[in-house]
């Protein structure tokens, strides 16, 4: 019996008091040099920052489009630093994919069959279809697109009202399986939407680079200090805090130092 993320969250939360997700955004032009020598630079940056990072991790979060940038030998990292991780820790696969019928089920199949992850985020605009392929699959969970942190999500998601549909959208699955991706930056609105969704996991990136308030997240999404259903995720404000051969180090303690601000 696989265990889901959902499961594997509430054990890491329990165990650790982490509730910070890593973002494994390795961008390979912004790589540190003493990196670019190696014969899979993205792959061994990864490898440093998990083992510098993954006392204070809850989660992390790989986005494909850094891997896919550098061709099969990205996906060789990106391969390699799923499986690096420790086993413990869930794995979510930054995607953003939605399709329908065997397409998305060609996604499920690659992500969840052959990378393993322990789940992937989801665009919902092509509707119930895009969630069968994950249901199928034992323990597989996704994070659903419902309120992001860029500026321009005003188009659909606040001002067109998407976000209260795709909330419905997501009230129609198991929290067990199903959570929402809520960016840091839509501070207004977290407290409206954790109204629209209790008990589910939100993913919310946007703390760091992007400028989200933390302490305004924490008292808009947490849920309360024994189940707080929140992963506060941060890329780049981490492993990027510095370009020196001590790039590990420094992301090791940004990471121990945004964890100790995420109290609940």
């Known amino acids: 019996m696989s265990t ?44 440093r920052i998990i083992d510098s990072s993954a006392a204070s991790a809850c989660a992390y979060k790989p986005n494909l489009a850094f891997y896919l940038n550098d061709g099969l030998r990205g996906l060789e990292a990106l391969q390699k630093t799923v499986e690096y991780i420790p086993a413990e820790i869930p794995v979510i696969l930054d995607c953003k994919v939605g399709d329908i019928g065997n397409t998305m089920e060609q996604y499920a199949v690659a992500f969840f069959d052959h990378l393993k992850v322990d789940a992937i985020t989801l665009n919902p ?46 009230d129609g699955f198991p929290p067990d399986r199903l959570g929402a991706v809520v960016g840091a930056t839509q501070s207004k609105d977290l407290k409206r939407m954790r109204r629209l969704l209790p008990g589910r996991i939100f993913l919310i990136p946007g703390i760091g680079a992007q400028g989200g308030d933390l302490d305004s997240v924490l008292r808009s999404a947490a849920e309360s200090s024994d189940q707080p259903n929140i992963l506060i995720n941060s890329s780049r404000g981490i492993i990027f805090r510095e370009k020196t051969p001590q790039f590990a180090q420094a992301a090791g303690e940004a990471a121990k130092e945004l964890n100790q601000l995420i109290v609940v």
Request: glycine content about 6%; hydrophobic content about 45%.
């Open 125 to 170: 605009l092509m509707g119930t279809d895009v969630m069968q392929p994950i249901l199928q699959r034992e323990g597989a969970f996704a994070f659903a697109l419902a309120l992001t942190s860029n500026l321009s999500a005003q188009d659909f998601f606040l001002d067109g009202g998407m976000d209260e549909k795709v909330s419905q959208w997501i």
């Open 4 to 47: 889901s993320l959902f499961n594997k969250y509430q054990a890491r939360w329990k165990s650790t008091g982490s509730l910070l997700c890593v973002g494994l955004d390795s961008d390979i032009t912004q790589l540190p040099d003493c990196v670019r020598a190696e014969a899979n630079p993205i792959w061994e940056f990864n490898r």
